[in-house]
């Protein structure tokens, strides 16, 4: 059983990992977050960016599952079903949880009320309702998937919870929601899933009796972990190979490998310290390079150079079996290449990640290590790499603290090395 997570902010690649591993899976369960998930998947089929569904969708031999760890926006599902559906894509196999929290139009309405009202402070949110629907989650106030069966129970909960949401809204100057259209909308997204809204404990339990191969994909990374992340710019819940475990509904015995995705320079999209960003020339260089924006909401997505001690703290907290390095032909260009492998904060040197507010005054401390100078993409042979690319590798390993076990060199499903 194999865990796919982020070892740095998020955007790594996971979604190209996912839907490599996903040709060879029967069971692939997405364990955590939302639709603010953006994985970019590229095979035979063309280019597609999912936000809810499994990247193992493409193998229609699997069952997908959005395990019961996620928050969903049942109508947004439904439009990424269409998207896929008139692309050709089979989606008869994907499985909901009933037992995932249900975001709905009122969190929406919330999470860019909140981000507004933040200013300067603002966390940087994709504002698809994720956080209050988490936060409704924990304070018990949330509805899970499975209420929709009873539409009389469920019009009744919707309207309760708009006494206090629209009171909120109101106050701040927004316009109120009415509970009969937050609730249709809802109510026609769970008509048109049907019967794949599923307590899908017994689909795990029978994959894992029969020795299945199951995959779990994980959205953002370590470093925006509820936990272990740079609080408060973090998402709303456990992004780890721990998290999984409970997202998913699977013993964490079980879970016998995990691969931390890296990009073999940093990338972040939202808010708080990134201690190696890259600006000005530099940072626009890379970015348009690298194609570097948003799969859920188009933003540039900020650049750095690789943080070592970023991806030693996600080794540390899942224990990666092997690391996959995604877009290291994008570093062909460069002939000396800054490598972080420290934090200087207030004149010490350390190699462990420390609280937000500390890492806000964090000055990477770089090695140079040389460029290998042309375009790797049309490589097939991790063996035929450049000598200078196969050292930036065994640096990787050596700073993070586990093998490479996988190398992007392009963002096709056939452009993996290893």
């Not at 249900?102 to 200013?119: K, M, N, S, T, W």
């Not at 899933?193 to 994959?207: F, K, N, S, Y």
């Not at 990666?320 to 004149?347: N, W």
């Amino acid at each position: 059983m194999t865990a796919v997570v982020g070892a740095q902010w998020g955007d790594e690649g996971k979604g190209k990992i996912t839907d490599y591993l996903a040709q060879q899976a029967d069971l692939v369960i997405r364990f955590q977050g939302g639709s603010n998930a953006g994985h970019t998947v590229v095979n035979e089929h063309g280019t597609f960016k999912l936000h809810l569904v499994p990247s193992g969708i493409f193998n229609p031999n699997a069952i997908c599952i959005v395990g019961p760890g996620t928050v969903i926006d049942l109508p947004g599902l439904v439009e990424e079903l269409e998207m896929l559906e008139a692309r050709g894509i089979s989606t008869v196999n994907l499985r909901v949880s009933d037992r995932a929290h249900l975001v709905l139009p009122y969190h929406i309405a919330l999470d860019r009320l909140d981000e507004r009202e933040r200013g300067r402070k603002r966390l940087g949110t994709t504002g698809r309702g994720v956080g209050p629907a988490y936060s409704d989650k924990v304070a018990r106030h949330g509805i899970q998937v499975y209420e929709v069966r009873d539409e009389r129970r469920f019009r009744t909960r919707v309207a309760h919870e708009l006494l206090t949401k629209n009171a909120i809204l109101e106050r701040f100057g927004d316009a109120p929601l009415a509970p009969v259209e937050v609730a249709d909308a809802i109510l026609a997204a769970a008509a048109r899933l049907g019967d794949r809204i599923v307590d899908t404990l017994p689909l795990v339990e029978d994959a894992v009796a029969r020795d299945g191969r199951v995959l779990l994909e994980g959205q953002l990374g370590a470093m925006r972990d509820l936990d272990w992340g740079i609080y408060p710019y973090v998402t709303s819940s456990n992004p780890l190979a721990g998290g999984a475990a409970v997202g998913a509904g699977i013993p964490p015995r079980y879970i016998t490998r995990v691969i931390g995705v890296v990009k073999a320079y940093s990338t972040a999209v939202g808010e708080g310290p990134f201690p190696t960003e890259l600006t000005g020339r530099d940072a626009d260089s890379l970015r348009e390079r690298a194609n570097e924006y948003g799969a859920t909401t188009g933003r540039p997505r900020r650049v750095g150079w690789f943080d070592a001690v970023a991806s030693r703290h996600a080794h540390r907290l899942n224990a990666f079996t092997e690391i996959a390095v995604t877009k290291l032909d994008m570093l062909g260009t460069y002939e000396r290449i800054p490598f972080c492998v420290a934090y200087e904060i207030d004149g010490k040197r350390t190699t462990d990640m420390p609280p937000t507010a500390i890492v806000e005054r964090a000055a990477p401390c770089y090695e140079e290590l040389p460029g290998w100078g042309c375009e790797i993409g049309g490589v097939t042979d991790r063996a035929l790499l450049p000598a200078a690319a196969q050292g930036y590798l065994r640096r990787i390993e050596e700073t993070v603290g586990a093998p490479v076990g996988m190398v992007g060199v392009g963002p096709e499903r056939t452009a993996t090395l290893l």
